[in-house]
């Protein structure tokens, strides 16, 4: 009767394999952190880490995340983020994307692989001047299913950033990428 | 249905106004960006005075004395360093702090402060330098004086050196006068500008007059003197400027053998009023009000020109970097945001030839080469460089 009764909670952590184990209205949260790196600028196509010292420095990267199931495989949310990189003149470049995300979770247990697209606007801060952009957001995470609550992974993100301006010469596309570890929580 | 189509598009309309209503230029900055290069005088030095005392030589006073030789166009200035309180060449003995200098009769005349306040006057040696083993001599003053500007102003090869005094009484304010030291002379006697209310901020001669910035012995605003001798004897306060009852920052006469009859005065609150005919009439340029400030910019200093034409004189800021007068289309401000200079209080401005040295307070001194349009070079060594 005991081992009947805990079944469930075995069964909790012993998911089979390609099988969701989440519902309409679980949610998760996750803590994100990791590495920032400028890659290129279009029209223009200046390479933001060429040149001695570079445009950009590689830069640091944090996020919280929230995310409701809509489907078992579906899941749906709000990424708040923040990062920094420097100039050659030591000026910080600072970005606090508000990103809503889709993704698309494939599981193979014990592992789950979310793709995701997100879009949002962008606070960007550079000295004296400040934009607000708009943020396309795609990437990919793994994760690791330590248990029904907490997961363990990765991050790789492309963030595809467009400041628009009102004189078309000034207008730009930043091209960076994230990876970041993150630590996943069901409830 | 419709409803919610236009609610829809009210909230794409909106986004694209937030999208585009707030969007400097950021990644284009970015992407045009240079390093500032940096040399080897302390990157935090106060600036109170500049001189150029032979070609490529130029004086600085910041605390100590600092002297730096340049190796020609688009080269580097090399700074005798300060190390110790025992290493200080071209400097008078004791720490002396030099707040005031100026080239005059072939030497640098400096003001100086010791750490207990006293205050002295130095004329230095022909190297030039003010280390006694270098000949050179502390001027008498008068007991209690301090030496707060030091101007070389009149008509060439016979100027005078005007001394800006302060005095503190047994008790009240610091009364302050003009003095002066007469073609190759070397001591000193007043004006007439005595017992006034605020310190003298300017001194300078435009070919036919003498003019002077500073306070009053009536009240306890600003005035504008001019005279057509150089002890002030009768001084003319000048009515017409515009400048009301603002405080006076600045006052500087260009070199009258090339701009004859060019004064520009800057102010704290009312930006910066300019003649080209001795004071005949004036000209305003208001204060400007950077992005992100809700007070006018304050003007401290101004000097030039930097064109071939004549046009354009440089205004150095409190806070925000340094600005270009046009005296036909006004005020302009230096536009590069990413370097510390933008945001940097410029209090003092040294143009020598194509070389600009501009001086700040709490980030060093700066030095560039501008071209004869006025405009700043961008070969290397020739941008903007951190000294």
């Given at each position: 009767?005991?081992?009947?009764?805990?079944?469930?909670?075995?069964?909790?952590?012993?998911?089979?394999?390609?099988?969701?184990?989440?519902?309409?209205?679980?949610?998760?949260?996750?803590?994100?952190?990791?590495?920032?790196?400028?890659?290129?600028?279009?029209?223009?196509?200046?390479?933001?880490?060429?040149?001695?010292?570079?445009?950009?420095?590689?830069?640091?990267?944090?996020?919280?995340?929230?995310?409701?199931?809509?489907?078992?495989?579906?899941?749906?949310?709000?990424?708040?983020?923040?990062?920094?990189?420097?100039?050659?003149?030591?000026?910080?470049?600072?970005?606090?994307?508000?990103?809503?995300?889709?993704?698309?979770?494939?599981?193979?247990?014990?592992?789950?692989?979310?793709?995701?697209?997100?879009?949002?606007?962008?606070?960007?801060?550079?000295?004296?001047?400040?934009?607000?952009?708009?943020?396309?957001?795609?990437?990919?995470?793994?994760?690791?299913?330590?248990?029904?609550?907490?997961?363990?992974?990765?991050?790789?993100?492309?963030?595809?950033?467009?400041?628009?301006?009102?004189?078309?010469?000034?207008?730009?596309?930043?091209?960076?990428?994230?990876?970041?570890?993150?630590?996943?929580?069901?409830? | 249905?419709?409803?919610?189509?236009?609610?829809?598009?009210?909230?794409?309309?909106?986004?694209?106004?937030?999208?585009?209503?707030?969007?400097?230029?950021?990644?284009?900055?970015?992407?045009?960006?240079?390093?500032?290069?940096?040399?080897?005088?302390?990157?935090?030095?106060?600036?109170?005075?500049?001189?150029?005392?032979?070609?490529?030589?130029?004086?600085?006073?910041?605390?100590?004395?600092?002297?730096?030789?340049?190796?020609?166009?688009?080269?580097?200035?090399?700074?005798?360093?300060?190390?110790?309180?025992?290493?200080?060449?071209?400097?008078?003995?004791?720490?002396?702090?030099?707040?005031?200098?100026?080239?005059?009769?072939?030497?640098?005349?400096?003001?100086?402060?010791?750490?207990?306040?006293?205050?002295?006057?130095?004329?230095?040696?022909?190297?030039?330098?003010?280390?006694?083993?270098?000949?050179?001599?502390?001027?008498?003053?008068?007991?209690?004086?301090?030496?707060?500007?030091?101007?070389?102003?009149?008509?060439?090869?016979?100027?005078?050196?005007?001394?800006?005094?302060?005095?503190?009484?047994?008790?009240?304010?610091?009364?302050?006068?003009?003095?002066?030291?007469?073609?190759?002379?070397?001591?000193?006697?007043?004006?007439?500008?005595?017992?006034?209310?605020?310190?003298?901020?300017?001194?300078?001669?435009?070919?036919?007059?003498?003019?002077?910035?500073?306070?009053?012995?009536?009240?306890?605003?600003?005035?504008?003197?001019?005279?057509?001798?150089?002890d002030f004897a009768s001084p003319t306060v000048v009515g017409n400027t515009g400048i009301g009852a603002d405080t006076i920052n600045g006052l500087f006469v260009a070199d009258p053998t090339l701009h004859p009859g060019v004064v520009i005065i800057t102010t704290k609150t009312s930006g910066v009023f300019y003649t080209t005919n001795s004071g005949g009439t004036w000209s305003h340029a208001?204060?400007?009000?950077?992005?992100?400030?809700?007070?006018?910019?304050?003007?401290?200093?101004?000097?030039?020109?930097?064109?071939?034409?004549?046009?354009?004189?440089?205004?150095?800021?409190?806070?925000?970097?340094?600005?270009?007068?046009?005296?036909?289309?006004?005020?302009?401000?230096?536009?590069?945001?990413?370097?510390?200079?933008?945001?940097?209080?410029?209090?003092?401005?040294?143009?020598?030839?194509?070389?600009?040295?501009?001086?700040?307070?709490?980030?060093?001194?700066?030095?560039?080469?501008?071209?004869?349009?006025?405009?700043?070079?961008?070969?290397?060594?020739?941008?903007?460089?951190?000294?």
């Open positions: 009767m005991m081992a009947c009764a805990a079944a469930p909670i075995f069964a909790a952590d012993n998911q089979a394999p390609g099988a969701s184990q989440y519902a309409l209205g679980d949610q998760t949260m996750s803590i994100n952190a990791g590495l920032f790196v400028p890659l290129f600028l279009l029209p223009s196509g200046v390479v933001f880490l060429a040149g001695s010292p570079p445009q950009l420095s590689l830069g640091a990267v944090g996020s919280l995340s929230w995310a409701a199931y809509v489907s078992p495989v579906i899941r749906l949310g709000v990424d708040v983020a923040g990062n920094f990189t420097l100039s050659p003149n030591g000026n910080v470049l600072l970005m606090l994307p508000f990103i809503a995300k889709a993704a698309y979770v494939f599981t193979f247990y014990p592992f789950e692989l979310p793709i995701s697209l997100g879009v949002g606007m962008n606070i960007v801060k550079y000295t004296s001047l400040s934009s607000i952009d708009l943020l396309l957001r795609p990437g990919a995470s793994f994760y690791w299913i330590y248990n029904s609550s907490w997961s363990f992974g990765l991050n790789a993100y492309y963030w595809f950033d467009m400041q628009f301006n009102t004189s078309p010469s000034s207008t730009r596309y930043g091209n960076f990428l994230e990876f970041s570890l993150s630590a996943l929580y069901h409830f | 249905m419709k409803a919610r189509f236009f609610t829809f598009l009210g909230f794409v309309s909106l986004a694209l106004a937030v999208l585009t209503s707030c969007t400097d230029a950021i990644f284009a900055t970015i992407e045009t960006e240079k390093k500032v290069a940096t040399n080897t005088l302390p990157l935090l030095l106060s600036i109170f005075d500049i001189a150029v005392t032979a070609p490529n030589t130029y004086y600085v006073a910041a605390g100590a004395v600092f002297r730096g030789v340049l190796s020609g166009v688009g080269g580097t200035v090399t700074w005798t360093p300060n190390t110790t309180d025992t290493s200080r060449p071209f400097n008078p003995p004791g720490n002396l702090i030099c707040n005031a200098m100026a080239l005059f009769g072939g030497a640098v005349w400096g003001g100086f402060i010791s750490p207990s306040g006293v205050a002295s006057l130095y004329r230095s040696g022909p190297t030039p330098s003010f280390a006694a083993a270098d000949g050179s001599t502390q001027i008498p003053m008068v007991p209690g004086e301090q030496v707060t500007l030091l101007r070389s102003a009149g008509p060439a090869p016979t100027p005078n050196l005007y001394i800006g005094g302060a005095t503190a009484p047994g008790s009240g304010d610091y009364v302050y006068e003009l003095d002066y030291v007469p073609n190759a002379g070397t001591t000193y006697t007043a004006t007439s500008l005595t017992g006034l209310n605020k310190p003298v901020v300017g001194v300078g001669f435009d070919g036919t007059l003498y003019w002077a910035a500073a306070g009053s012995n009536v009240d306890t605003g600003w005035r504008v003197y001019t005279s057509a001798t150089r208001g204060a400007d009000v950077p992005s992100g400030s809700s007070n006018p910019a304050s003007y401290l200093a101004a000097a030039g020109p930097i064109d071939t034409l004549g046009d354009k004189y440089l205004i150095g800021s409190d806070g925000f970097g340094y600005y270009t007068l046009s005296l036909s289309t006004g005020l302009t401000r230096f536009q590069d945001t990413t370097i510390l200079l933008y945001t940097s209080s410029v209090s003092k401005i040294l143009v020598d030839g194509s070389n600009v040295l501009m001086g700040t307070n709490f980030n060093g001194l700066w030095r560039a080469v501008f071209d004869a349009n006025g405009v700043v070079a961008s070969g290397t060594n020739q941008y903007w460089i951190h000294e």
